[in-house]
């Protein structure tokens, strides 16, 4: 049963369609015409059941050759960066979670600069791979089930996750509660105060994306975070590292066209496009650091 839900930051009723159902991705895409807030409305439950927890039993373990591994590995040439300024900001180290820590590969780089790390992670075969390639125990919970202690963190990381959420105020309160006077949040989701959104609206890779749920601007998501108690530190539009085939693979997501998706598919696996890297940068991500205000 879909369901119909108020502005999660001002609390209004009142939106405007943006995107019909099925015209941008699965769901419609209205914006609050209170605070300008992106979101899908009505939101369909059973799809986010079917998304929030997944156990794959029936499925080999990964491997270095499987492509949530590859990626992994190349995001994590732009995550170092996070783990620079975490370090400039903590410098005497501490505890810190993952909320959504897919292979570890991150958690491990913390690890290794002498932080304490712990990971909320809920598809089992990442949550397997990471246990196995760098003896990291990740918790495959919801995050409304955390068992964690208030004030148990210094940092918390979220990356790409909040955007899936279907109650991210909910998220962030309960990070809110999970962090220590003055710890820090960092945040990574796609942003749509951009020219890329202006200029392909609902073909807009991010947007198109069955799975996002809210869609966040540089002030809509600090609205969001300053009202759960949280305070902005730092904003930046940030890009990625990526293979030609992973770019390839964004633009027939953009085309929204069957036949150009296979063309750039073939033109893929024939020129081995998926071993050659490049960095782009189209300020359509932006990355977010916040401070929980000693109370």
């Known amino acids: 049963m879909d369901k119909y839900i108020n502005c999660i930051i001002c609390g209004s009723r009142d939106y405007k369609v943006l995107f019909?159902?099925?015209?941008?991705?699965?769901?419609?895409?209205?914006?609050?015409?209170?605070?300008?807030?992106?979101?899908?409305?009505p939101q369909k439950e059973t799809f986010s059941e079917a998304y929030s927890y997944c156990t794959d039993d029936f499925l080999p373990p990964l491997t270095s050759d499987d492509q949530t591994i590859q990626q992994a590995?190349?995001?994590?040439?732009?995550?170092?960066?996070?783990?620079?300024?975490?370090?400039?900001?903590?410098?005497?180290?501490?505890?810190?979670?993952?909320?959504?820590?897919?292979t570890g590969i991150l958690l491990n780089e913390f690890r290794n600069a002498g932080w304490e790390v712990e990971g909320l992670e809920p598809d089992?075969?990442?949550v397997k791979y990471a246990k196995e390639k760098f003896g990291i125990q990740m918790l495959q919970k919801p995050l409304e089930d955390i068992p964690f202690e208030s004030r148990s963190f210094d940092v918390i990381i979220m990356l790409h996750v909040i955007e899936h959420l279907y109650e991210p105020h909910t998220g962030i309160a309960i990070i809110y509660r999970l962090l220590?006077?003055?710890g820090l949040l960092v945040i990574e989701t796609p942003t749509y105060d951009t020219f890329m959104y202006?200029?392909?609206?609902r073909r807009e890779r991010s947007i198109s994306c069955h799975q996002h749920i809210f869609f966040f601007t540089l002030d809509t998501l600090k609205n969001l975070v300053e009202k759960n108690g949280?305070?902005?530190i730092g904003q930046e539009k940030v890009g990625r590292?990526?293979?030609?085939?992973r770019f390839l693979w964004n633009v027939g997501v953009m085309s929204k066209n069957n036949v150009i998706k296979r063309v750039l598919s073939k033109l893929s696996e024939m020129f081995h496009l998926h071993k050659v890297s490049i960095y782009l940068n189209l300020r359509d991500m932006q990355r977010v650091y916040c401070t929980k205000v000693s109370t």
Request: with cysteine.
């Open 124 to 126: 089992q075969r990442t």
């Open 230 to 232: 949280l305070k902005v």
């Open 198 to 201: 202006r200029v392909f609206g």
């Open 180 to 182: 220590k006077d003055n």
């Open 73 to 102: 590995h190349q995001k994590i040439l732009d995550y170092k960066e996070i783990v620079k300024q975490v370090n400039k900001e903590k410098p005497s180290k501490g505890r810190i979670l993952e909320i959504g820590a897919s």
């Open 20 to 41: 019909r159902e099925n015209e941008a991705q699965i769901h419609q895409i209205v914006q609050c015409t209170g605070c300008g807030l992106m979101y899908t409305n």
């Open 241 to 245: 590292t990526l293979t030609i085939d």
